[in-house]
């Protein structure tokens, strides 16, 4: 990277400043809560007891909530319910309008509008249902909704018609009905438990369906998807570490978007399941003015490695009813991407995919480095912008001459 002028300098200094900011990990501190007994702050109930769910909690907690803010969170639970643990809240910037946690977790009075190309289930799931609480809709693997509780409700849920139960859904898993639809279509050999978040079941209901599900025996690999290290880690006890070893091959699928949600609690929280020899893969959704930045996406994901997560997906976000704001465009992922391959260690890229609307799977998505393709030669594109012909032979014969750099960069 070289800047040329004296303003760029200043620019570039002040962003490398930022992404050292980012990239150290700090508590998220007491604020609020400081007169809170340690045993309370980090019992897990306790946190999920004294979520900020009302307008007035918010109100008092953070004065300088915006017009469209206030007018949001009085819709809110017409939509997804408000609902944020005192551990993440105190993540928020409430002098930033724009900080990137405000932004995923306040409403905004802009959820109420609907663009045309927006949908309730913009994934297709309730189509692809067998069972309630089931989603079939790939050959091997299953989605198992087990609740429709979070810790903390992100505005952007691709689930906002059933989490929270805002908009009346009400969904009622039937255990029984879904692991019978399981244990009889042996193609299956993948459950992912997802919901609302599985951890927030007990110890004990989480253990019993896991080992309903591993008493089947197609079933290979156990999967679960959560965000609660990032909202409540305190939940990552070592007690339900030491459940969750106990049914291996499972891994864990954790969402997080922003490198300051990873904090000491977090990666001490990741520490634990990852030591329980649980891996642990990161998901996060590309979201306009919280992560669509290529140096704040390279430090969240260079943060996640040292927090023993391999980014695993970024999903373009869903065209989820009332989330145009949080959107950005494909365009943009491409180009982050297109900033971050070579860039920085191959272990830190997630495959950016968009999840067809109505259906259609998750498709992946990536900047070309095929330039042209044909019979005897492929010509590709690196990361600088490079040209380099790789020449294959159908019958395996010599290749004439050797593969090689091309001088001509316009081929590009
Ligand atoms: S944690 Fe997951 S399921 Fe829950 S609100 Fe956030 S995105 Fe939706």
């Known amino acids: 990277m070289h800047s040329e002028t004296a303003q760029e300098e200043v620019v570039e200094s002040s962003a490398r400043q930022g992404s ?3 990239k150290e990990f700090r508590s998220a501190g007491r604020g609020f809560w400081g007169n809170v007994s340690d045993s309370d702050w980090n019992d897990w109930r306790w946190q999920l007891k004294n979520r900020i769910t009302t307008l007035a909690q918010l109100q008092r907690l953070m004065p300088t909530l915006t017009p469209e803010e206030t007018a949001g969170t009085r819709l809110a639970n017409q939509k997804l319910a408000l609902a944020i643990t005192p551990y993440f809240f105190n993540l928020i910037d409430a002098a930033d309008e724009h900080c990137p946690i405000r932004a995923q977790m ?3 009075v802009e959820e109420t509008h609907t663009a045309s190309w927006e949908m309730s289930d913009p994934c297709g799931e309730d189509s692809h249902s067998p069972v309630p609480g089931l989603v079939h809709r790939y050959p091997d693997r ?5 609740t429709d509780r979070c810790a903390a409700y992100c505005r952007y849920c691709t689930r906002s018609r059933l989490v929270s139960n805002a908009t009346g859904y009400d969904f009622h898993p039937e255990f029984d009905k879904q692991i019978a639809y399981i244990a009889e279509h042996p193609e299956i050999r993948d459950v992912l438990l997802s919901g609302g978040d599985p951890l927030l079941l007990s110890d004990e209901k989480l253990e019993f369906l896991l080992s309903r599900l ?3 025996p197609h079933i290979e690999f156990l999967r679960i998807g959560t965000r609660i290290p990032v909202f409540l880690p305190q939940r990552i006890t070592p007690a339900l570490c030491a459940m969750l070893k106990q049914f291996h091959p499972l891994f864990l ?3 997080s978007n922003h490198p300051r949600e990873l904090t000491t609690e977090v990666r001490d929280a990741l520490g634990r399941l990852a030591d329980a020899g649980i891996p642990l893969g990161n998901q996060s959704v590309l979201l306009r003015h919280v992560n669509d930045d290529a140096e704040v996406m390279k430090t969240h994901l260079q943060k996640l490695l040292m927090c023993r997560v391999k980014p695993y997906y970024l999903y373009q976000c869903d065209l989820i009813a009332g989330s ?8 943009r992922g491409l180009d982050i991407m297109e900033q971050l391959r070579g860039h920085t260690t191959g272990y830190a890229l997630p495959t950016y995919v968009i999840d067809a609307p109505g259906g259609g799977g998750k498709v992946p998505v990536s900047p070309e480095y095929v330039l042209s393709r044909n019979a005897d030669r492929v010509v590709l594109r690196n990361y600088e912008g490079k040209i380099f012909e790789y020449a294959e032979a159908a019958d395996g014969s010599p290749l004439t001459p050797a593969p090689h750099q091309i001088e001509e960069p316009e081929l590009g």
């Open 253 to 255: 699928s954790v969402h």
């Open 142 to 146: 299953v989605l198992f909704l087990v």
């Open 106 to 108: 306040i409403p905004r």
């Open 214 to 216: 591993r008493a089947i």
């Open 324 to 331: 145009s704001h949080l959107r950005a465009s494909v365009r």
């Open 20 to 22: 050292d900011f980012l």
